[in-house]
């Protein structure tokens, strides 16, 4: 009993860890870019949905943003970026397209229903992501880190939530006002 036990943990345990491994590794990369000797280096994955993802490498010394690994590795090869703003002032850049291989995704400069941004994800695993926050120009980029792009619906924002009304907002902190005054 006690060894199908230990079977059924190490199975799972095997499992989990398939199940969580990035669907993109650094051996089937479409090319690297930046310096090839340099010690550090991370991933670029781009997501035009449907399994239609590519992923990039970067090598480079010192520090780097994500400006400056997309830079590079549209500089190296056939990732084409358009980009608004400067590094320099400012907010810094906002993306507004990128494509790769016949496949392209842009930002929408309206507010119609389907629209869709890019939104650029960072993770430190390739396995989990967050949405950073501060522009490409200024987010570090760490060795052995992962960024990526997807377009999101604007009707689907990641971390996007309602926001209240006035009036709303002021029954909700009066209720907690009672309930403070109450406690006492």
Not at 51 to 73: I, P, Q
Not at 74 to 88: F, I, M, P, R, Y
């Amino acid at each position: 009993m006690r060894s199908l036990l230990v079977v059924a943990v190490c199975t799972c345990a095997c499992v989990t860890y398939v199940s969580a491994t990035p669907y993109v590794d650094q051996s089937n990369l479409e090319y690297w870019a930046g310096d090839v000797q340099a010690a550090n280096s991370a991933t670029l994955v781009v997501d035009f949905g449907s399994d239609n993802h590519f992923a990039f490498g970067y090598r480079w010394d010192g520090e780097a943003t994500s400006w400056d690994m997309l830079s590079a590795v549209c500089s190296a090869g056939n990732l084409d970026e358009t980009h608004t703003g400067d590094v320099e002032i400012g907010f810094g850049v906002m993306v507004k397209s990128i494509s790769y291989g016949g496949f392209a995704m842009d930002n929408d400069d309206t507010s119609e229903p389907g629209d869709t941004w890019l939104v650029y994800w960072d993770s430190i695993d390739g396995n989990h992501w967050s949405v950073p926050w501060t522009g490409i120009s200024s987010n570090p980029v760490a060795d052995g880190s992962w960024n990526g792009w997807t377009a999101t619906p604007t009707d689907n924002w990641p971390g996007q939530q309602p926001i209240p009304e006035p009036t709303t907002l002021l029954v909700l902190v009066a209720g907690a006002l009672g309930l403070a005054v109450r406690k006492r």
